[in-house]
């Protein structure tokens, strides 16, 4: 399948879910991305603002952060810090990775101010896409103007990017399509049609993603399948129309069995929110006996049963999901030898993260603290400080207040990240 294919296919289903017209755009798979540190600092120095002082003023002032408890805000802070604690040089992608994952994680809490003076701290091609993010907060507020500003700087990092001729094209086309679809949230409303046929095309793509066979556009046509799952909930006839897609994706056996579980895993988490708690326990039983028939690594098995134990958790068999969860602990001490030493943190927090989605707070306060001491013990500080703002992402998202003994100790791994990296 050719990259312009699924290039077209994005901005499809891009457009899909909001009614609005899309100009088409090219978006090549990524190759693997160059190294020179020199060459990338050049391109982001030639970057800065483009337009006039009044201009970002007014935009800044349509920025707000929505309220927050204090220590998730400094939970976001202190994940930030670690992750710009990495030096530029070797680390630049992983550094600005890291801090574009902290960008995000602002914007979902609402905290777009903080995301902005964030994402102006980002010196690689990131910096366009953490623009683009925040252009997209204002676009769905309703804040136009301000919208278009930052879709403004974003283009201008694009611009300085595609200026440097060792520049990989994917990074700026990226930019450009992450600018496109936020100009479609901007053009929203527009009459495109009749509705039905809107809806088959929909229907349709969502389809064609789902077979496409590239995992990034598969998990990308996921999370619109859930998107589109929930907004048409209420009409019966589509409801049952995606429902039927969702169960032959799951049953033609083409997908990954990951991948199957984890579409289950979302489909029925919108159920539950919608109050169908018999549709939810179907999709999450499947989803258990397809964890159950598989053979899988610990450090792949253990996340998907924590999502299957939170997801049980929330509708209503409690008793089911702790003792889900304990087994899944029990799972990562067994099996703790067979688990890359990257990746220790990742799985264990998987379980902490679980614990809180069913509200059992002792034992997440308890994980959490495992996952803070097993992620200090890697003796490589790019991997502990990629570890700690994950990990303090993780609870601030999940309003996980840390007690003061392990608020101490998160800012003793911060302090202590130096060399070797």
Not at 288 to 312: G, N
Not at 375 to 398: G, K, Q
Request: glycine share 6%.
């Amino acid at each position: 399948m050719t990259s312009s294919f699924l290039s077209t296919l994005l901005f499809a289903m891009v457009g899909m879910l909001l009614d609005a017209p899309i100009a088409s755009a090219k978006l090549s798979a990524a190759p693997a991305p160059r190294a020179s540190l020199a060459a990338a600092v050049e391109s982001v120095s030639a970057w800065g603002v483009q337009d006039g002082v009044e201009a970002r003023e007014r935009a800044l002032a349509m920025l707000t952060d929505s309220p927050l408890e204090p220590h998730q805000q400094e939970l976001l802070a202190l994940a930030f810090s670690a992750a710009s604690a990495m030096p530029l040089d070797p680390h630049v992608k992983n550094r600005s990775r890291a801090q574009d994952t902290v960008v995000s994680a602002c914007l979902r809490l609402g905290q777009a101010r903080q995301a902005f003076g964030y994402a102006g701290q980002i010196v690689n091609w990131r910096r366009g896409t953490c623009l683009v993010g925040v252009a997209e907060h204002c676009a769905v507020i309703g804040e136009t103007s301000a919208a278009e500003y930052f879709l403004g700087q974003a283009a201008d990092v694009a611009t300085g990017l595609k200026r440097d001729p060792l520049e990989l094209e994917w990074r700026w086309q990226r930019i450009e399509a992450g600018i496109a679809e936020v100009r479609a949230k901007l053009a929203a409303g527009v009459d495109v049609g009749d509705p039905e046929a809107r809806f088959a095309a929909r229907v349709e793509a969502l389809s064609a993603g789902l077979g496409s066979g590239d995992f990034d556009l598969i998990r990308a046509t996921m999370a619109l399948c859930a998107t589109l799952y929930d907004r048409e909930y209420g009409n019966a006839e589509r409801r049952l129309a995606l429902e039927r897609l969702v169960d032959g994706t799951i049953a033609d056996g083409k997908l990954p069995a990951a991948l199957r579980i984890g579409l289950q895993l979302d489909v029925g988490d919108v159920a539950r929110r919608h109050g169908d708690r018999a549709r939810g326990l179907s999709l999450v039983e499947r989803a258990a006996e397809m964890l159950e028939s598989s053979a899988w690594l610990p450090a792949d098995r253990i996340p998907l049963a924590a999502r299957i134990a939170a997801l049980r958790g929330r509708l209503g068999r409690a008793e089911q999901a702790r003792s889900d969860l304990e087994s899944a602990l029990a799972m990562f001490d067994d099996s703790r030898d067979e688990i890359l030493s990257v990746d220790l943190a990742k799985v264990l927090r998987s379980v902490a993260e679980a614990c809180c989605d069913i509200a059992d707070r002792e034992r997440a306060a308890e994980t959490y603290r495992r996952v803070v001491e097993v992620a200090s013990e890697n003796p490589n500080a790019r991997v502990r400080a990629i570890d700690l703002s994950e990990t303090c992402l993780s609870m601030a998202e999940r309003g996980f207040a840390p007690d003061e003994r392990l608020r101490a100790r998160l800012l003793e791994i911060r302090e202590g990240l130096r060399a070797p990296w």
